[in-house]
């Protein structure tokens, strides 16, 4: 009975990172909508990459992170983008 539960426990760990890897790509329209607070993001309160670094002080580190990761986290990236454009007071995009 031993034996049955430890091969099943081996079984079982080594198809989770296979599950893991298998994530769905996230929609066209949320990256699209995402890639839109991004953009607003970056050129109004953020930077990015290629920002002088006098701009890196102004954004919170959450949605620096939000603002790169809308092509393959629109799931977390699009709360944090939203709820930094609005305290900022900004106009949210609509979604197409």
């Given at each position: 009975?031993?034996?049955i539960s430890?091969?099943?426990?081996?079984?079982?760990?080594?198809?989770?990172?296979?599950?893991?890897?298998?994530?769905?790509?996230?929609?066209?329209?949320?990256?699209?909508?995402?890639?839109?607070?991004?953009?607003?993001?970056?050129?109004?309160?953020?930077?990015?990459?290629?920002?002088?670094?006098?701009?890196?002080?102004?954004?919170?580190?959450?949605?620096?992170?939000?603002?790169?990761?809308?092509?393959?986290?629109?799931?977390?990236?699009?709360?944090?983008?939203?709820?930094?454009?609005?305290?900022?007071?900004?106009?949210l995009?609509?979604?197409?």
């Amino acid at each position: 009975m031993v034996r049955i539960s430890g091969l099943l426990v081996m079984a079982v760990g080594s198809c989770l990172p296979i599950a893991a890897q298998a994530q769905p790509n996230p929609p066209s329209d949320d990256r699209a909508y995402c890639a839109k607070l991004s953009e607003l993001y970056v050129r109004y309160i953020g930077h990015d990459n290629g920002s002088d670094d006098r701009l890196i002080l102004r954004g919170s580190n959450d949605a620096q992170a939000a603002s790169t990761q809308c092509q393959v986290n629109t799931a977390w990236a699009i709360p944090v983008l939203e709820q930094q454009l609005a305290v900022n007071k900004f106009t949210l995009p609509t979604r197409d």
